[in-house]
């Protein structure tokens, strides 16, 4: 019985310690699930999911603290693409995050721009043109509709309107 | 004349019933001038062209009465003599729909006199020149799909067209224009032909014609060997529906697949039907702009089907009154073949240069409304498909708006043939939804362009921000180290000064 | 050589694991849904299987029977079967994290498959060498990733399908495994093991 008892000790520690050796022999993953996940967000860094960016939201979908259905720019088609990637049920989309941003798009009313250039620091994508002491202006076809660029202006120059067809 | 054998057989299409019998019996019927023309200023696949003349005018046929803002669009031409009554916006069919044209209404003197004497165009010198002057031939393909030829000639620049294609397949039921012009005017239709291979340096051509018209090529052959062409050869196709399409041509005839995005003049190839050859052949030799073109009046409701060469403008109504008239109520107006025709809402709609055909369907000839059951998969649909797609899981994917799926599954390839709506045991409308949901895949891709300029950027605004903290940081280390350093040399030159004066103390002291 | 063979088909095919011998069934119906994640699981449960049988065997005729101590042949396989477990799930979040999240809940759950700890005293009651017993637990593993990634593929299909509603979700994929396992049922007969 008692050498019953230590062969199993035995076994346990020495498979223990096989587990711990190998663990520490493969250390951290290159990639991520998060990586894979992003690639199928709209990447607009828009943050209306609530995250400041599209990586910070796929990292926490990969860490399983946030749902699939938390990007309106994406829409359902994300929200499948995401289901089908992680083997979930596709989920309608949730509702309190309001509307698609790229339906709108940033308009800078010109004359009103003193050239602060707080607007342009800020805009993830780099849709605004302009120097500091000069006029700025939206590139319209870069405008990912985020609304970042709205709260920095001092004048309040920018208003958000939306995209014909 | 040399034969040509085709390089691969037809992937998947249906034998279809041709009911071209009843349209093919009588000649051509000529000369037809209707009262009232209404001639819209959209002719083609593109932009509409600008009317140049005024109410009240008077037209010479053969006049320019519209002109084309750009370059890839065409001129309209006037296809008789008369007055201009009217120049408002009337529906007008053309490409698959019934959409409102700015239309010019002329009231037709019956004289039918020409502009000038006409004679022989003489060729430009460049060969941009000679494109721009078929452009204001106002020739455009006459198959159906009306694509300018000129812009279609000029394709890609950097790419040598390697073969010309002229299409005489005629695969659609119900359509016999081609075939009649073939039998009748051959020799035109080979020197319009010549006249295209020489504008784009083709080395070769080759005519495809379906098997079930023995008379069009007998006719094809004879004049080929009249005209002693180089170069030239014909193909006998299996009446096989759609080998006449144009990306089925250039597999079935050179092997080659054209992907949907791309087209065959990027590959080297053109493809023109017999009736724009023949309407070139008109305008460079008879100085003739396309102003008329043969167009088949058939159906059960017809009592004289017979194809006409109908001026552009003609009311569908005066056609078919040039056919005998209705021989019965139509159950149904149809523009265009059976398979890809669309149907009309009454006869006063004039004909376009997209035109070829007009069905008078009376109620026993037009298939009752089945009821659609569900899917069985069975496979029909796929292995008749020509474009080798999966039609059963297109229509799955289409009615759940799945774009992903879509475009995995590559609807943008679908040519609509229709194919697959008459093999399906099920009565499943496959061409409509796949219709519908083009839209959805092209709506995906601009947001996948979206999404990745947009991500591109920011990395690039990412990466810029980085270097500025990384800048500014360095900034701050220098000026930290000069203040240190400048500290330093103030407590070198203190600790100086104090070992100065204390030893002036001690000097001092002693 | 052809007994090695033999073994493999015997145990992929005729005496499938999941089909002909019902052991399992809870990954079956679990990881079966989507055709990626059956073939993830059966990758891992296949390593496990494998590593599993070869360390079992190992063990038991190396220290257990060497020492009197054949009853704890069950312990000790169940400690065999969790490390190889946990060592797979090392490996699958080092090598493929997104196949770590797509699986989840059902990657430990290898240790409680009744396949695995099947397999290894199916070895040892058949006292086979140590390379049969390899054999052995690689053809288990071969079979149950194919009828696992069988089993994926219709159930896709099968969502698509106009299935009545008592029907729908695991009952339609519960009589479509039943069904599979009759053709299976083919396969006896073919090799004696």
Known sequence: MLTGIIILVGLATGLSALLVIVARLLGGSNSSAADAIENLLPRIQCAQCGYPGCRPYAEAIASNSADINRCPPGGAETIRALAELLGRDPMPLDDSLGQASMQKSALIEESICIGCNRCAEVCPVDAIAGVPQRMHTIITSHCTGCELCLPPCPVDCISMVSRSA | ?510 | ?193
């Not at chain 3, 699958?92 to 005293?121: D, E, K, M, T």
């Not at chain 3, 399908?161 to 008592?166: F, H, N």
């Open chain 2, 1 to 510: 004349m040399l034969k040509f054998t085709p390089k691969r057989r037809l992937t998947g299409g249906v034998r279809l019933p041709a009911n071209k019998t009843e349209s093919t019996g009588k000649s051509i019927r000529r000369g037809l001038i209707p009262p009232r023309l209404i001639v819209s200023t959209r002719q083609q696949r593109g932009p509409a062209a600008k009317p140049i003349v005024e109410i009240g005018q008077g037209v010479l046929r053969g006049e320019t009465i519209a002109r084309a803002e750009k370059s890839d669009g065409t001129d309209v031409h006037a296809p008789t003599s008369g007055k201009i009554i009217a120049i408002e916006n009337y529906e007008s069919p053309l490409l698959s729909k019934v959409a409102l044209e700015l239309c010019i209404v002329i009231e037709t003197d019956g004289a039918d006199l020409a502009i000038q004497k006409r004679g022989p165009i003489e060729f430009a010198a460049t060969r941009e020149d000679r494109i721009r002057q078929i452009a204001s031939a106002g020739i455009v393909g006459l198959g159906g799909a009306a694509y300018s030829t000129a812009e279609k000639m000029r394709g890609e620049p950097q790419i040598d067209c390697k073969l010309l294609i002229i299409n005489g397949a005629e695969c659609e039921p119900y359509i016999s224009c081609d075939d009649m012009l073939m039998r009748e005017s051959p020799e035109q239709i080979l020197d319009g032909a010549a006249i295209l291979q020489q504008l784009v340096g083709a080395p070769e051509c080759i005519i495809a014609i379906e098997r079930d018209k023995p008379q069009a090529i007998d006719a094809i052959t004879l004049a080929a060997d009249k005209l002693d062409l180089d170069g030239l050869r014909i193909a006998e196709l299996p009446s096989i529906y759609p080998s006449g399409g144009e990306r089925q041509l250039v597999e079935v005839l050179a092997g080659v697949e054209v992907p949907s995005e791309k087209y065959p003049s990027d590959f080297g190839f053109l493809c023109q039907n017999v009736g724009t050859a023949y309407a070139v052949h008109r305008f460079f030799r008879d100085g003739e702009p396309l102003s008329s073109r043969v167009v088949t009046v058939t159906g059960a409701a017809v009592a004289e089907p017979r194809n006409v060469e109908a001026m552009i403008g003609t009311p569908i109504a005066d056609l078919i009154d040039a056919c005998g008239g209705y021989s019965r109520e139509a159950a149904r107006l149809i523009h265009g073949g059976s398979m890809m025709g669309f149907e009309l809402s009454e006869d006063s709609l004039a004909v376009t240069k997209a035109t070829n055909c007009v069905v008078a369907a009376a109620p026993d000839e037009v298939k009752s409304e089945n009821r659609e059951w569900p899917c069985i998969r069975c496979g029909e649909c796929s292995m008749v498909c020509p474009a080798r797609l999966q039609p059963q899981d297109l229509v799955i994917a289409a009615r759940e708006s799945n774009a992903q799926a879509l475009t995995e599954l590559a609807l943008s390839e679908c040519i609509e043939c229709g194919c697959c709506d008459v093999v399906c045991p099920s009565h499943i409308p496959l061409t409509q939804e796949f219709r519908k949901a083009k839209p959805l895949v092209q709506s995906l891709e601009e947001l996948q362009a979206f999404s990745d300029a947009s991500d591109q950027r920011f990395r690039l605004h990412e990466e810029r921000r980085q270097d500025a903290t990384i800048a500014a940081e360095r900034q701050r280390d220098h000026i930290k180290r000069a203040l240190s350093h400048e500290e330093r040399r103030a407590e070198e030159i203190r600790a100086a000064v104090q070992r100065a004066r204390q030893r002036k103390s001690e000097t001092d002291g002693s």
């Open chain 3, 1 to 193: 050589m052809t007994e090695l063979g033999l073994i493999i088909i015997a145990a992929a095919l005729v005496n499938n694991f999941v089909l002909v011998q019902f052991l399992g069934l809870c990954p079956l119906m679990g990881a079966s849904r989507r055709l990626e994640g059956a073939v993830g699981m059966g990758l891992a449960t296949g390593l496990v299987l494998t590593t599993a049988s070869a360390l079992s065997h190992l063990v038991e005729n190396l220290i257990l029977i060497p020492f009197g101590l054949g009853y704890l042949r069950l312990i000790a396989f169940i400690l065999i079967i969790g490390a190889a477990v946990q060592l797979t799930e090392l490996l699958l979040s080092r090598f493929s994290p997104l196949l770590h999240r797509v699986l989840g809940l059902y990657i430990p759950l290898i240790a409680s498959n009744c396949a695995v700890l099947g397999v290894a005293l199916l070895n040892s009651t058949a006292s086979r060498s140590l390379l049969a017993a390899i054999f052995y637990g690689a053809g288990a593993a071969l079979g149950f990733g194919l009828v696992l990634s069988l089993l994926a593929g219709l159930r896709e299909r099968l969502e698509l399908a106009d299935i009545p509603a008592p029907f729908r979700g695991n009952a339609i994929a519960l009589i479509t495994a039943g069904i599979l396992s009759l053709a299976f049922l083919g396969f006896t007969g073919f090799a004696r093991l």
